[in-house]
């Protein structure tokens, strides 16, 4: 264990520059920011990932993020274990009709200000399951949706990208 | 007792039904089948329904044989195998759900996927019934002094998938543990009915992210089974490929994973680092970092060209060169091993009963692999050991991994060596009558069943994709029993069940 620590000491850094933030992303998120509660949040956003519905596609995505390459907690933005401690709420799937009261559950749990994230084609309308009678359909069907990033699942370097525009904003925003 | 295709053949056997036999049997025929399961002589590899009649898909392990057993269920009654064999409750409760079949004597009157939240009841049946059942659900009782409750999920604190689990606890040991599914449900085998094969096959790749591969491979292969063709040799071995790339990148993950659970992050960042690079391979080799809508039915959607050869060789020499000081490193660390070592242990008999696919199988004895027991191309000219331990503990599911992750490896290599020139994918021919075709396809996590019917038009009619959590969900349960709640995270990785693909 030793020679790898010190491996780790002594080799160069895996950790990538943070990408640019898409425009289309920040105008998405500027608009839905005017709405909220404004408050500067230091640079600081802890997130809930939620799946209400997904294949685990977006998840296995979502873990890479913390891995050396995208090192996320870098930029202040961290994973939390519950809804009560979380601003953002980062949601994966189609909801389904059985993962809609969790799902509401989970949102009214967060405190104000929060923001919805809904990562992943199927969140966005339900991509290849709407009209399933086991599903809702995309997140904003269920709750407000302040930042959509698509793909299928997206590369972790478009999650970034979508959170970085949040922080962005956020911090930005005036009181 | 007679084998299994003797007593199939008392049955009326279906016609194009590829590659293994389906027989629409008797009452009679369906109770000696389910005789033969309750009593050890064959395995249960699926069971699933359609409007008005119920399949049983079985494993003759005696001279490897597979056949499928059709019933159907007048008056939409048949008799439960779940009374006499246990490993086929949960579907039976699943198909009833669904289809609004009731197995005659099953144990238990509750729901499992329909949580009474959809606007239909028995959505998949003839004529669904409008009313939603009852949301109630009553969870085993468990009695005695000093117990407590432990609700957990269906959010769950990391990021993974919803599900519930039911504790019952005494202090810090686990009395019981009962699972509560169905909150991923998302009508998949509804969408498919009908649906285009293009459809069909996008979903079936969506039906557990982390197989997506698997179930790619898995889908086309019954697909080409009931037209009766093969896809072009390149592609066959292009998909071996992906489906290798796929293996070894879900088992380190759950490698760094499940040491990260026993609070040992260091293996799980050195993990995650070649599981990255496993994944930017698989991008700059197949353009997409799950090869997601890369298999397809009669063949491969995407060529490997040089570039993608060097990416996957600079991989290969990447792993070689990390890995072996991680597993030393997992070796040799005592308070890694103290939490692994004889924690969540499946017993051997209830490993034989439920014959559980995967590294829950082969971590407790059960020498079982698809690629192996039913080979298909190419493994059937490739060189590779299957692993195979006794213990049956996380440790054994680990090394298990470990030892995959080798064979992958060696697998690749050969792949790359052998690589035929060719065609990519061939024409679907049209199908002039209905046709059926099933597959056996080793994913990483354990065999997938995949069994389809195609109308004369080519859609399909009916699609069944069977995870291979559905066998090894319940032994979590059972694994758990005894251990202390704290160790549920660890145990629970290292079974690394799919809620997706049992949800479907």
Same mark, same amino acid.
């Given at each position: 264990?030793?020679?790898?620590?010190? #491996?780790?000491?002594?080799?160069?850094?895996?950790?990538?520059?943070a990408p640019s933030v898409d425009d289309a992303a920040l105008a998405e998120v500027g608009a839905a920011l005017?709405?909220?509660?404004?408050?500067?949040?230091?640079?600081?956003l802890?997130i809930r990932e939620v799946d209400a519905g997904s294949c685990n596609g977006c998840e296995l995505e979502i873990h890479a993020l913390g891995?050396?390459?995208y090192?996320l907690?870098?930029f202040?933005l961290?994973f939390?274990?519950?809804?009560?401690?979380?601003d953002v709420l980062l949601v994966t799937g189609p909801v389904?009709?059985?993962?809609?009261?969790?799902?509401?559950?989970?949102?009214?749990?967060?405190?104000?200000?929060k923001w919805v994230v809904a990562v992943g084609d199927c969140a966005r309308d339900g991509g290849?399951?709407?009209?399933?009678?086991?599903?809702?359909?995309g997140v904003s069907?269920?709750v407000p949706v302040d930042l959509h990033v698509p793909g299928c699942p997206p590369p972790p370097l478009e999650i970034l990208r979508g959170l970085l525009a949040l922080l962005e904003t956020a911090?930005?925003? #005036?009181? | 007792?007679?084998?299994?295709?003797?007593?199939?053949?008392?049955?009326?056997?279906?016609?194009?039904?590829?590659?293994?036999?389906?027989?629409?049997?008797?009452?009679?025929?369906?109770?000696?089948?389910?005789?033969?399961?309750? @009593?050890?002589?064959?395995?249960?590899?699926?069971?699933?329904?359609?409007?008005?009649?119920?399949?049983?898909?079985?494993?003759?392990?005696?001279?490897?044989?597979?056949?499928?057993?059709?019933? !159907?269920?007048?008056?939409?009654?048949?008799?439960?195998?779940?009374?006499?064999?246990?490993?086929?409750?949960?579907?039976?409760?699943?198909?009833?759900?669904?289809?609004?079949?009731?197995?005659?004597?099953?144990?238990?009157?509750?729901?499992?996927?329909?949580? @009474?939240?959809?606007?239909?009841?028995?959505?998949?049946?003839?004529?669904?019934?409008?009313?939603?059942?009852?949301?109630?659900?009553?969870?085993?009782?468990?009695?005695?002094?000093?117990?407590?409750?432990?609700?957990?999920?269906?959010?769950?604190?990391?990021i993974?998938?919803?599900?519930?689990?039911?504790?019952?606890?005494?202090?810090?040991?686990?009395?019981?543990?009962?699972?509560?599914?169905?909150?991923?449900?998302?009508?998949?085998?509804?969408?498919?009915?009908?649906?285009?094969?293009?459809?069909?096959?996008?979903?079936?790749?969506?039906?557990?992210g982390?197989?997506?591969?698997?179930?790619?491979? &898995?889908?086309?292969?019954?697909?080409?089974?009931?037209? @009766?063709?093969?896809?072009?040799?390149? &592609?066959?071995?292009?998909?071996?490929?992906?489906?290798?790339?796929?293996?070894?990148?879900?088992?380190?993950?759950?490698?760094?994973?499940?040491?990260?659970?026993?609070?040992?992050?260091?293996?799980?960042?050195?993990?995650?680092?070649?599981?990255?690079?496993?994944?930017?391979?698989?991008?700059?080799?197949?353009?997409h970092r799950l090869?997601r !809508?890369?298999?397809?039915?009669?063949?491969?959607?995407?060529?490997? !060209?040089?570039?993608?050869?060097?990416?996957?060789?600079?991989?290969?020499?990447?792993?070689?060169?990390?890995?072996?000081?991680?597993?030393?490193?997992?070796?040799?660390?005592?308070?890694?091993?103290?939490?692994?070592?004889?924690?969540?242990?499946?017993?051997?008999?209830?490993?034989?009963?439920?014959?559980?696919?995967?590294?829950?199988?082969?971590?407790?004895?059960?020498?079982?692999?698809?690629?192996?027991?039913?080979?298909?191309?190419?493994?059937?000219?490739?060189?590779?050991?299957?692993?195979?331990?006794?213990?049956?503990?996380?440790?054994?599911?680990?090394?298990?991994?470990?030892?995959?992750?080798?064979?992958?490896?060696?697998?690749?290599?050969?792949?790359?060596?052998?690589?035929?020139? @060719?065609?990519?994918?061939?024409?679907?021919?049209?199908?002039?009558?209905?046709?059926?075709?099933?597959?056996?396809?080793?994913?990483?996590?354990?065999?997938?069943?995949?069994?389809?019917?195609?109308?004369?038009?080519?859609?399909?009619?009916?699609?069944?994709?069977?995870?291979?959590?559905?066998?090894?969900?319940?032994?979590?349960?059972?694994?758990?029993?005894?251990?202390?709640?704290?160790?549920?995270?660890?145990?629970?990785?290292?079974?690394?069940?799919?809620?997706?693909?049992?949800?479907?």
């Amino acid at each position: 264990m030793r020679k790898l620590l010190f #491996q780790s000491l002594v080799r160069t850094s895996l950790t990538e520059p943070a990408p640019s933030v898409d425009d289309a992303a920040l105008a998405e998120v500027g608009a839905a920011l005017a709405n909220t509660a404004r408050r500067r949040l230091g640079r600081s956003l802890s997130i809930r990932e939620v799946d209400a519905g997904s294949c685990n596609g977006c998840e296995l995505e979502i873990h890479a993020l913390g891995n050396a390459y995208y090192d996320l907690e870098r930029f202040g933005l961290r994973f939390v274990a519950s809804p009560r401690h979380a601003d953002v709420l980062l949601v994966t799937g189609p909801v389904t009709k059985n993962m809609r009261m969790a799902l509401e559950r989970t949102y009214n749990a967060t405190p104000n200000p929060k923001w919805v994230v809904a990562v992943g084609d199927c969140a966005r309308d339900g991509g290849c399951f709407a009209g399933s009678y086991a599903v809702v359909g995309g997140v904003s069907a269920v709750v407000p949706v302040d930042l959509h990033v698509p793909g299928c699942p997206p590369p972790p370097l478009e999650i970034l990208r979508g959170l970085l525009a949040l922080l962005e904003t956020a911090a930005t925003a #005036q009181p | 007792m007679a084998g299994l295709n003797q007593l199939l053949r008392k049955g009326e056997i279906a016609s194009n039904h590829r590659p293994w036999p389906r027989a629409v049997v008797t009452t009679e025929l369906w109770h000696e089948a389910v005789a033969g399961l309750a @009593g050890g002589q064959w395995h249960l590899l699926g069971l699933w329904g359609e409007p008005g009649r119920v399949h049983m898909a079985l494993r003759d392990e005696s001279d490897e044989t597979i056949a499928v057993m059709t019933l !159907d269920c007048e008056r939409r009654r048949y008799p439960s195998v779940a009374q006499h064999h246990p490993p086929a409750l949960r579907l039976e409760r699943a198909v009833r759900d669904l289809f609004g079949l009731e197995p005659v004597g099953l144990p238990d009157p509750r729901g499992w996927l329909d949580h @009474g939240n959809w606007d239909v009841r028995q959505p998949l049946a003839a004529t669904p019934e409008r009313a939603p059942i009852d949301k109630a659900y009553a969870f085993l009782p468990a009695e005695g002094d000093g117990l407590h409750q432990i609700p957990v999920g269906p959010v769950h604190a990391g990021i993974i998938e919803p599900g519930h689990f039911r504790f019952t606890a005494n202090g810090e040991t686990v009395v019981r543990l009962e699972q509560r599914f169905g909150y991923v449900h998302k009508g998949i085998e509804g969408l498919m009915m009908g649906a285009s094969l293009e459809a069909a096959g996008k979903l079936a790749a969506r039906t557990s992210g982390d197989s997506t591969v698997a179930y790619g491979l &898995a889908f086309a292969r019954a697909v080409e089974a009931a037209l @009766g063709i093969d896809a072009p040799p390149r &592609a066959i071995w292009l998909r071996a490929l992906m489906a290798e790339l796929e293996r070894i990148a879900n088992h380190l993950g759950d490698f760094g994973a499940i040491c990260n659970d026993a609070s040992f992050a260091l293996m799980q960042a050195h993990c995650a680092v070649l599981r990255e690079k496993t994944l930017r391979a698989a991008q700059a080799a197949f353009g997409h970092r799950l090869m997601r !809508d890369r298999i397809v039915p009669g063949g491969v959607a995407a060529e490997l !060209d040089g570039g993608g050869v060097s990416a996957i060789r600079t991989l290969i020499a990447d792993i070689k060169a990390l890995f072996p000081a991680l597993v030393e490193l997992y070796d040799n660390t005592a308070s890694l091993q103290d939490r692994t070592v004889t924690t969540g242990t499946v017993k051997p008999h209830l490993a034989r009963q439920y014959a559980p696919g995967g590294y829950v199988g082969r971590a407790c004895g059960r020498a079982f692999d698809a690629r192996k027991n039913f080979p298909y191309a190419p493994y059937d000219r490739l060189a590779f050991e299957v692993p195979v331990l006794d213990a049956g503990d996380v440790n054994a599911r680990v090394w298990i991994r470990i030892r995959e992750i080798e064979q992958s490896l060696a697998l690749i290599a050969q792949l790359l060596e052998a690589m035929p020139q @060719g065609p990519l994918r061939i024409d679907l021919p049209q199908a002039s009558q209905t046709c059926e075709g099933m597959s056996l396809v080793e994913g990483f996590r354990g065999d997938i069943l995949a069994w389809l019917r195609l109308d004369a038009g080519g859609g399909i009619a009916r699609c069944h994709l069977r995870d291979p959590s559905w066998f090894q969900w319940p032994l979590l349960e059972a694994a758990i029993e005894d251990n202390i709640v704290a160790d549920f995270p660890l145990c629970n990785k290292s079974f690394n069940c799919s809620y997706s693909g049992h949800d479907l």
